[in-house]
């Protein structure tokens, strides 16, 4: 039976509305804001869809949830397994916090080699907090695997994977050979949303946690010990440009201000 | 791998020519290694490319590696990663840098595993600080920012599209050329391309506008960006949209502009229905002016605005439109 590993995590929700964010820059943390809850990671959530798309396509398929962060993501992990998934794995354990992409890349490719045999490995195609879309291929390179980023429709067939990718002027589909990995981004389309009937049956499938010594690892290799880029600062930057709102006592006499200002300022 | 000197430049050719972002990247490398007193190097992955080496001495390099390879002619990770790896074996830069594009996304973060050393993607601002590399990046979907340093060599970074000056092309600039063996095994390449489907969605690039009128979640219809369509024709724009718009199936993906789609430096901006996410604000950080119309006087779009109308679209628009066009044929 084909085996996959989608890798979710949990953000700050990308929703937060931008007057809302804040961050403690003596921490070098984002606050957390009262009343807006974390959220699992879109992207990985659409990668979870993916792999979902593909058991459904074969039939049958095992589906293993795999994360990386504090207690607080099983929320995350709960959600994949709603939507259908079998079972988690989470990585809890201070050593793997605040680790750079490499770092925590390495957690997570131990965690997947503990989890062999597996034909493939969906990720997000970068999370929606530190947007950086680095860690997917660095597990793919730890374990030896194609990666394959930026798809928008994956389809698995006999021992083969054939991806549509999105390119910045259009789309390319690439073939490779399982095992492999996979990075997902939002033009896959929707992910399903978990009826309340699988959100009771997720509570009971079996979610594991590991910590560094599960992984046979040793904690300089992850977190802040493991990384070689260093967060220096973290703020939020000032947004100078101040409106000026321009009136009228009809929409069409605002419309015609605007277009008069826009004139004289030789903007149009 | 010791004694590392210079900034080297992963460059990109596109359509025939040294693509922007290349120039842009060139110049940034060009200041830093200024500061360093350091050379400034580019490596020119692909087939058929040697030609365009001296097009980047005259953007800025000092010495291009040139590595012309069949199995270069359409980019693939596994072709190009160990190409890079080479030229940066060869070179020992202090730093590296590419472009944040389908490439440059896709090459940097194994090129940095290649070379046992970790990449900052998507820069803002690259700067030089006790001989280290200051590395600036958005976050949080372009809410916050965040500053890097690299503890190991070579550092690496991807610079973000259009926030980089390039250096005016000076074709009297002399510099050295060296060819690099590919010594790429074919069978090592593991993916292969079945199929490419360029979107022709038509009309002036976006990248290249100077006037864009981006759509938002409040267009609420395929045909409501007509009227954009319209507004851009008769200013000679280009017509853009949020990513919400884009997977709501009203505009064609490659005309996302924003954190995951294009970003774009236009002198004018009008934001229709748009309520002004960072993550879609982060692909406006090259414009200079921006107007926005959104009936929520608090939608964060009015931050980064030089002039904005608290109003439905529908409402604003259209009168707009009918002024400018009445202001143009004056």
């Given at each position: 039976?084909?085996?996959?590993?989608?890798?979710v995590?949990?953000?700050?929700d990308?929703?937060t509305p931008?007057?809302?964010f804040?961050v403690?820059?003596?921490?070098?943390?984002?606050?957390?804001?009262?009343?807006?809850?974390?959220?699992?990671d879109?992207?990985?959530?659409?990668g979870?869809?993916?792999a979902?798309?593909i058991?459904?396509a074969?039939?049958?398929?095992?589906?293993?949830?795999?994360?990386l962060?504090?207690?607080?993501?099983?929320?995350?992990?709960?959600?994949?397994?709603?939507?259908?998934?079998d079972?988690?794995?989470?990585?809890?354990?201070?050593?793997?916090?605040d680790?750079?992409?490499?770092?925590?890349?390495?957690?997570?490719?131990?965690?997947?080699k503990?989890?062999?045999p597996?034909d493939?490995?969906?990720?997000?195609?970068?999370?929606?907090?530190?947007?950086?879309?680095?860690?997917?291929?660095?597990?793919?390179?730890?374990?030896?695997?194609?990666?394959?980023?930026?798809?928008?429709?994956?389809?698995v067939?006999?021992?083969?994977?054939?991806?549509?990718?999105?390119?910045?002027?259009?789309?390319?589909?690439?073939?490779?050979?399982?095992?492999?990995?996979v990075?997902?981004?939002?033009?896959?389309?929707?992910?399903?949303?978990?009826?309340?009937?699988?959100?009771?049956?997720?509570?009971?499938?079996?979610?594991?946690?590991?910590?560094?010594?599960?992984?046979?690892?040793?904690?300089?290799q992850?977190?802040?010990?493991?990384?070689?880029?260093?967060?220096?600062?973290?703020?939020?930057p000032?947004?100078?440009?101040?409106?000026?709102?321009?009136?009228?006592?009809?929409?069409?006499?605002?419309?015609?201000?605007?277009?008069?200002?826009?004139?004289?300022?030789k903007?149009? | 791998?010791?004694?590392?000197?210079?900034?080297?430049?992963?460059?990109?050719?596109?359509e025939?020519?040294?693509?922007?972002?290349?120039?842009?990247?060139?110049?940034?490398?060009?200041?830093?290694?200024?500061?360093?007193?350091?050379?400034?190097?580019?490596?020119?992955?692909?087939q058929?490319?040697?030609?365009h080496?001296?097009?980047?001495?005259?953007?800025g390099?000092?010495?291009?590696?040139?590595?012309?390879?069949p199995?270069?002619?359409?980019?693939q990770?596994?072709?190009?990663?160990?190409?890079?790896?080479?030229?940066c074996?060869?070179?020992?830069?202090?730093?590296v840098?590419?472009?944040?594009?389908?490439?440059?996304?896709?090459?940097?973060?194994?090129?940095?595993?290649?070379?046992e050393?970790?990449?900052a993607?998507?820069?803002?601002d690259?700067?030089?600080?006790?001989?280290?590399?200051?590395?600036?990046?958005?976050?949080?979907?372009?809410?916050?920012?965040?500053?890097?340093?690299?503890?190991t060599?070579?550092q690496?970074?991807?610079?973000?599209?259009?926030?980089?000056?390039?250096?005016?092309?000076?074709t009297?600039?002399?510099?050295?050329?060296?060819?690099?063996?590919?010594?790429?095994d074919?069978?090592?390449?593991?993916?292969?391309?079945t199929?490419?489907?360029?979107?022709e969605?038509?009309g002036i690039?976006?990248?290249?506008a100077?006037?864009?009128?981006?759509?938002?979640r409040?267009?609420g219809s395929?045909?409501?960006f007509?009227?954009?369509?319209?507004?851009?024709?008769?200013?000679?724009?280009?017509?853009?949209?949020t990513?919400?718009?884009c997977?709501?199936?009203?505009?064609?993906?490659?005309?996302?502009?924003?954190?995951?789609?294009?970003?774009?430096?236009?002198?004018?901006?009008?934001?229709?229905?748009i309520?002004?996410?960072?993550?879609?604000?982060?692909?406006?950080?090259?414009?200079?002016?921006?107007?926005?119309?959104?009936?929520?006087?608090?939608a964060?779009?009015?931050?980064y605005?030089r002039?904005?109308?608290?109003?439905?679209?529908?409402?604003?628009?259209?009168?707009?439109?009918?002024?400018?066009?009445?202001?143009?044929?004056?």
């Open positions: 039976m084909v085996h996959m590993i989608c890798c995590k949990q953000v700050p990308p929703e931008a007057s809302q804040k403690d820059e003596a921490a070098k943390k984002v606050l957390p804001v009262p009343g807006i809850d974390p959220v699992a879109e992207y990985a959530i659409l979870v869809e993916a979902l798309r058991r459904e074969l039939g049958e398929a095992k589906i293993t949830i795999l994360c962060g504090p207690e607080a993501a099983r929320d995350a992990v709960k959600k994949a397994l709603a939507m259908g998934a079972e988690g794995i989470q990585l809890t354990d201070k050593a793997f916090e680790g750079d992409s490499y770092a925590t890349a390495r957690a997570l490719a131990a965690a997947i503990k989890l062999e597996f493939l490995v969906l990720c997000g195609r970068q999370a929606p907090d530190w947007d950086v879309g680095v860690t997917p291929s660095v597990i793919a390179d730890l374990l030896g695997l194609a990666c394959v980023t930026r798809a928008s429709d994956v389809k067939a006999d021992g083969t994977l054939q991806v549509e990718r999105v390119l910045s002027d259009g789309f390319e589909t690439v073939e490779t050979s399982l095992p492999a990995l990075t997902i981004s939002n033009e896959l389309g929707e992910p399903r949303y978990p009826q309340l009937r699988e959100i009771m049956a997720a509570a009971k499938k079996q979610v594991t946690v590991w910590s560094v010594t599960d992984l046979g690892l040793d904690p300089s992850v977190g802040v010990a493991g990384s070689a880029l260093s967060l220096d600062r973290l703020y939020v000032v947004h100078e440009a101040k409106c000026e709102f321009i009136e009228g006592e009809t929409a069409d006499e605002a419309a015609g201000k605007l277009a008069s200002t826009l004139r004289e300022a903007l149009i | 791998m010791a004694n590392e000197s210079g900034v080297l430049v992963v460059a990109e050719v596109a025939g020519a040294l693509a922007a972002i290349t120039a842009e990247v060139l110049g940034a490398a060009r200041r830093l290694a200024d500061e360093l007193g350091q050379p400034v190097q580019a490596a020119l992955l692909g058929g490319v040697e030609p080496a001296q097009k980047l001495i005259a953007a390099a000092d010495k291009v590696y040139v590595v012309d390879d199995t270069l002619a359409e980019y990770s596994d072709a190009f990663v160990p190409a890079a790896e080479k030229v074996r060869e070179a020992n830069p202090a730093i840098l590419l472009g944040q594009t389908d490439i440059g996304r896709d090459l940097a973060p194994r090129l940095a595993f290649r070379l050393t970790a990449v993607m998507d820069c803002l690259l700067a030089v600080s006790d001989g280290r590399l200051v590395m600036t990046r958005a976050c949080y979907g372009g809410n916050a920012n965040a500053q890097h340093t690299c503890k060599m070579p690496m970074a991807t610079v973000r599209v259009k926030s980089q000056e390039p250096l005016a092309p000076d009297s600039r002399q510099g050295e050329v060296s060819k690099v063996a590919a010594d790429i074919p069978s090592a390449v593991r993916t292969k391309i199929g490419r489907r360029k979107e969605a038509g690039r976006l990248e290249d100077e006037v864009i009128v981006g759509g938002g409040g267009m395929v045909e409501a007509q009227t954009l369509e319209e507004l851009a024709d008769l200013m000679k724009g280009a017509v853009g949209a990513r919400a718009a997977d709501m199936g009203w505009y064609p993906i490659p005309k996302q502009i924003g954190l995951t789609g294009k970003v774009v430096s236009p002198t004018l901006y009008i934001a229709v229905a309520s002004g996410a960072s993550q879609h604000m982060a692909g406006l950080s090259g414009a200079k002016n921006i107007v926005a119309v959104n009936k929520d006087p608090e964060s779009i009015f931050r605005c002039y904005g109308i608290v109003g439905d679209w529908k409402t604003v628009i259209p009168p707009f439109l009918n002024k400018v066009r009445q202001l143009k044929a004056e």
